[in-house]
């Protein structure tokens, strides 16, 4: 059974840092893509970023670019979100998502529940 | 970026009926696009991917169709079950976009 479970969601103030982490069980994680999901209260989904199963190729949204950094530890099955000066508006639901289709980031056939990072004073 | 849009934002259907929710994208997806269903306290569940097949263990009274702008998913007759938020989502470019949702809810 595919499992993802993510951690690392808190509080935290407007310009700080948070690193997020999920950890996969269930499937040949070194194989697939996996990406990061957000949600905001009350929102839509918005993807924030992926990366190629190897970890070489990273696609960041416009949203986050230069502010977070996704990452992978494929000999732990985790994947990572490293993320600095946060604002308001990183305030979110973020759920880890794996890649249906192995090496591209298309769409996702499994989601994490998520965890909650609240960005406020 | 591609902006998709959901319609209606709430859907209100009784239990039996049929229900049809539309996902619209500015410009051209082709057919790369998927659906999602989503609950309260959960992270989004696959339906339906290349605007038109069902993922594993989706039942055959949801369908998807549509390609180019205009996408529609439709769910012949609403079980206690189906109702959630619906998330269409384009994979056509980046950045992968997705829709505001639809909640289908209990009439």
């Known amino acids: 059974e595919v499992q993802l479970v993510e951690s690392g969601g808190n509080l935290v103030q407007p310009g700080g840092s948070l690193r997020l982490s999920c950890e996969a069980s269930?499937?040949?994680?070194?194989?697939?893509?996996m990406s990061w999901v957000r949600q905001a209260p009350g929102k839509g989904l918005e993807w924030v970023s992926s990366?190629?199963?190897?970890?070489?190729?990273?696609y960041y949204a416009d949203s986050v670019k230069g502010r977070f950094t996704i990452s992978r530890d494929n000999s732990k099955n985790t994947l990572y979100l490293q993320m600095k000066n946060l604002r308001g508006d990183d305030t979110a639901i973020y759920f880890c998502?794996?890649?249906?289709?192995?090496?591209?980031?298309?769409?996702?056939?499994?989601w994490g529940r998520g965890t909650l990072i609240t960005v406020s004073s | 970026d591609i902006v998709m849009t959901q319609s209606p934002a709430t859907l209100s259907v009784s239990p039996g009926e049929r229900a049809t929710l539309s996902c619209r994208a500015r410009?051209?997806?082709?057919?790369?696009l998927a659906w999602y269903q989503q609950k309260p306290g959960q992270g989004p569940r696959l339906f339906i991917y290349?605007?038109?097949t069902r993922a594993t263990g989706i039942p055959a009274r949801f369908s998807g169709s549509g390609s180019g702008t205009e996408f529609t998913l439709t769910i012949s007759s609403l079980q206690s079950e189906d109702f959630a938020v619906y998330h269409c989502?384009?994979?056509?470019?980046?950045?992968?976009?997705f829709g505001q949702g639809t909640k289908v809810e209990i009439k």
């Open positions: 989502q384009q994979y056509n470019k980046w950045p992968r976009t």
């Open positions: 990366t190629s199963e190897g970890g070489a190729n990273k």
């Open positions: 290349n605007a038109s």
């Open positions: 998502a794996k890649a249906a289709v192995a090496t591209h980031p298309y769409y996702f056939d499994f």
């Open positions: 269930g499937f040949s994680f070194s194989s697939y893509a």
């Open positions: 410009q051209s997806v082709d057919s790369n």
